[in-house]
């Protein structure tokens, strides 16, 4: 419809909006049909009426939007949402909610990604189909490195808060992957004990100075405030790239198995660390 008012091709047409400092002055109309597509889409997904009941819609879609215009990773909670209802995410949807991530997440979502990448390289949770306890395997490294930012002194050094940090994460993985001794598979340390060390190091290093430092001002009220928004999209970003990181542990297993066995050990141990470079490690 909009195509055919314009005349014009969606991408070249452009519809002017209201000046505010700092932002754009125009959107085209092919970007403008895509955000109320992805909006449309979350708000069907996110919106259960009561049987026999009448949706507002409006009060629906301007609940939405409210979160858009207030959280730059509202694409990421949405998501979240969805799985904490226990309900199935659709390529659809995911999309959708990729979309809004895309065009709004800014630092947010790179810092998100990033955390996220470094949590899977340290430690890759369970695949589970059950969306019940997924938040708390996903955000377990940030919660954690959080709540011991939080309880340090105010003159504890950079490199001191690091090296705790660190310190905490280490242990918290090893004992995980202890519970993995019981019957309940909890998931694997993605890394060697060599390499355990240096990537705590770093997820820690991420927290303290991107994060606390650069955008807190080294403020606990306005880290209190980024974390939540924060932990959305980590949730997501793992949900979306946990099987490529398993994918890519199995891989450097399986590769490290074949040449064990040309090298003539016939037995490989099932409890072993791989290292990045697929090296095994007898954790034993």
Not at 144 to 151: G, N, P, T
């Amino acid at each position: 419809m909009l195509r055919g008012l314009l005349n014009q091709s969606a991408t070249n047409a452009v519809i002017r909006l209201a000046k505010v400092k700092g932002e754009e002055e125009a959107i085209t109309v092919q970007d403008a049909m895509d955000a109320m597509s992805a909006l449309w889409i979350i708000n069907e997904y996110l919106s259960h009426g009561t049987a026999g009941s009448r949706r507002n819609l409006d009060k629906e879609v301007a609940s939405l939007l409210n979160q858009i215009n207030s959280n730059p990773l509202a694409g990421a909670a949405f998501y979240k949402e969805r799985q904490r209802d226990d309900l199935p995410t659709t390529p659809e949807f995911t999309q959708a909610c990729t979309y809004l991530l895309d065009h709004m997440g800014g630092w947010k979502l790179d810092l998100a990604k990033r955390l996220a990448h470094q949590s899977l390289a340290i430690f890759l949770p369970s695949r589970s189909r059950d969306n019940k306890g997924k938040a708390n395997q996903y955000e377990r490294l940030f919660r954690l490195a959080l709540e011991h930012l939080k309880r340090m002194p105010k003159e504890v050094e950079e490199d001191e808060m690091i090296s705790r940090i660190a310190g905490a994460l280490e242990k918290a993985v090893l004992r995980q992957e202890d519970l993995n001794k019981g019957d309940r598979f909890t998931g694997k340390i993605n890394c060697s004990d060599d390499e355990l060390k240096k990537r705590t190091e770093d997820f820690a290093h991420t927290i303290v100075v991107e994060l606390f430092f650069k955008r807190c001002g080294r403020n606990i009220s306005k880290l209190l405030t980024e974390e939540n928004s924060l932990a959305d999209g980590i949730f997501h970003v793992t949900d979306c790239d946990l099987g490529k990181f398993w994918e890519d542990y199995k891989l450097r297993r399986n590769g490290r198995k074949a040449v064990l066995l040309l090298d003539g050990q016939e037995r490989i141990p099932e409890d072993v660390g791989i290292a990045s470079d697929g090296s095994f490690e007898d954790e034993e």
